[in-house]
């Protein structure tokens, strides 16, 4: 039986309890923000950086957009997240392999972090087994549902073991509905014109995520019921493996993760959890946010500019 422990970073939103029962190595990322910095999930927690971070958003007026396009101020005030150096996984990938595992790294995206890259840098100074996965699978939080399936299994080989990641990446998928277009237009991923117009008509985009881990608007629907229905119509096209971990994830308003759940109630036959988004993530979704993680039955789609 291959021993292997998985190595992730705090944007999976693992709690302390859960990376005890799963056997998970979480290495901090560092949140920056109006001149400080912070290890994720140490020295702040998710509560006090949403409401620090928000609320100061809201105070500045950098929150919203004007009719033009442009944002009321500059957006100096959006957090910057520095990633886990290479020397960190250097460190890690020693004392993972002196007590006998092959280390398994679940980064954040390469789109979101430089983590991705650090952790590929630290593995070529081993000869030992390290697998870093291709990191198109892991943005949001459907790296912690990819980690909870890998550890849910033992594996007689790492041939196994490799087979079992190449399934998930095919088959992990998320769909996720912000409240607000501002955050994702301040951190680049909306351009701002698109954003204004979109929050002008309340539309709430689906996000899904494509082949190179983008962040792709697939439908965009006008109001979060309307959004939230058109979620539950999407499993009819990936279906929910029932056998595998499942998971709905909100930033800041339980209310809204409560009527993602109850529109996708036909299809919720079996168990599911339902956590808060970390802040590196929220931080790009911004407050209002919800989203849904899961394994899907067929291989996902995530072509996803031939959709749009």
């Known amino acids: 039986m291959v021993k292997f422990k998985v190595i992730t970073d705090s944007s999976a939103g693992f709690s302390k309890e859960d990376a005890e029962k799963y056997n998970v190595i979480v290495l901090p990322l560092t949140l920056s923000y109006d001149n400080k910095d912070y290890r994720d999930g140490i020295d702040i927690t998710t509560d006090e950086f949403y409401n620090m971070f928000f609320e100061n958003q809201e105070k500045k007026g950098l929150a919203k957009l004007d009719v033009f396009g442009l944002f009321k101020k500059d957006d100096k005030g959006f957090p910057k997240t520095s990633m886990v150096t290479p020397a960190v996984f250097e460190d890690t990938f020693k004392e993972?392999?002196?007590?006998?595992?092959?280390?398994?790294?679940?980064?954040?995206?390469?789109?979101?972090?430089?983590?991705?890259?650090?952790a590929n840098i630290a593995k070529d100074e081993f000869e030992d087994d390290i697998i870093v996965v291709e990191d198109s699978a892991t943005a949001l939080g459907s790296v912690k549902v990819f980690i909870k399936a890998l550890c849910s299994k033992e594996y007689e080989t790492i041939d196994d073991l490799r087979a079992e990641i190449d399934y998930l990446r095919k088959h992990i998928n998320f769909y996720a509905v912000p409240e607000t277009l501002a955050y994702l237009s301040k951190g680049g991923r909306l351009g701002k014109f698109s954003a204004t117009v979109g929050?002008?008509?309340?539309?709430?985009?689906?996000?899904?995520?494509?082949t190179e881990g983008k962040l792709i608007p697939i439908e965009k629907p006008r109001g979060l019921k309307q959004a939230y229905r058109r979620v539950n119509e999407y499993l009819d096209i990936n279906p929910i493996d029932?056998?595998?971990?499942?998971?709905?994830?909100?930033?800041?308003?339980?209310?809204?993760v409560e009527q993602l759940i109850e529109a996708c109630k036909p299809h919720l036959t079996g168990e599911y959890t339902c956590a808060q988004i970390s802040p590196v993530v929220g931080a790009h979704v911004g407050p209002g946010a919800t989203a849904f993680f899961y394994v899907a039955t067929n291989e996902v789609d995530k072509d996803l500019e031939k959709k749009k």
């Open 96 to 118: 993972v392999l002196k007590d006998g595992y092959v280390p398994v790294v679940l980064p954040i995206s390469k789109v979101l972090s430089g983590t991705f890259q650090s």
């Open 199 to 210: 929050n002008l008509l309340h539309f709430k985009p689906i996000i899904q995520l494509d």
């Open 242 to 256: 029932w056998s595998r971990p499942v998971e709905f994830g909100y930033s800041t308003k339980p209310e809204n």
